[in-house]
């Protein structure tokens, strides 16, 4: 048995993973979402007695992935037992001052980790979850069978992160939650207001990739357990996550039974070229669409256009992805668009 739930994390990604037994099911945890998804999603999973992890990953620093899990870490009541947390703190990026602050959130994550002896990074002995320049990707592998190879950060993507996180340290006080959308967000009009669909037009629009430092040090793997085979891509940079794919994929396309998109499905991080390496009728989008408008348009299109009669997994029903309901457009494009039940928020995939 493979579950994957992606869990309604708001604009975030929360996503909580069973596997092996179905009477006894063994768990990943995999970031906690943006505020208010430990409350909703995640803290009723902790109540009554421990709750051991196989693994909880923060993907990276950025606040609507590592929020629940500051959450969960600062709630005394949560029965947290992790066998390893993977998460990049400052000590991980390269040319490393020690004990020099970072991120507030990060800092704080640290501090947890620290402060109540939790292992950290403990399959990477404690260095940084990244991949190296030469040779192959390393594969983690963890109770029943499960494993993990690593497709992102590399340590140039955690070294670029690692002045940002300074500049934000230098900020002292700023909580990253509040910090302004990169993107103004969108004029929130009617879907009415909103011109059709064009897949052709929107999968055609030139790719800028993702320059955010804090997204290309995002850990991002390939999941695989009992012939099934999850892309677990965080808010990963597409170009990286192509260079990984490519050295396991050889000339073929790599078969994977669903892939959740980097980024939430933002058109600077799902390219033509990501798709492409991909053999796989699955793609998941995270997000309620707040904050950025995720996914846009451009992503979405492009999965239509180059995947092969794909289901799109929405975890929310929102104005922003709407649209791919269209039952003439699916028709048309021989996709299938797939949202939670009305009324109801996150999706739950069994493989
Ligand atoms: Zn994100």
Known sequence: MLKLEILPAGHGDCLWIEY????KPRRILIDGGARGCYKRALARRFAGGPVELELLVVTHVDADHITGVLDLVADPKAGLKPKDVWFNGFRHLPDEKPDTLGPVQGERLTDALVGRKLPWNKAFDRKAVQTPTKGSLPKVTLADGLTLTLLSPSADKLAELRPEWEKECAKAGLDPAKRPAAAPRGSGGLLAARPALD???????RFEEDDSEANGSSIAFLLEFDGKSLLLAGDAHPGMLRTSLD???????LKVTAAKLPHHGSKHNTSIELIEALDC???IFSSNGSHFDHPDPEAVARV?????????????KT????????????????YTAVFPDAGKDGLVEEY
Not at 20 to 23: E, I, L
Not at 199 to 205: E, I, K, M, P
Not at 324 to 334: D, V
């Open 281 to 283: 009728k699955r793609y």
């Open 20 to 23: 092996g037994d179905k009477r």
């Open 304 to 316: 239509v256009k180059a995947a092969k009669s794909p289901a799109l997994l929405f975890n929310y």
């Open 247 to 253: 050295k396991l994929r050889g000339k073929k396309k």
């Open 199 to 205: 897949v052709d037009a929107l999968a055609g629009t």
């Open 319 to 334: 104005e922003f992805n709407e649209g791919w309901a269209n039952a003439a457009l699916q028709k048309k494009w021989g």
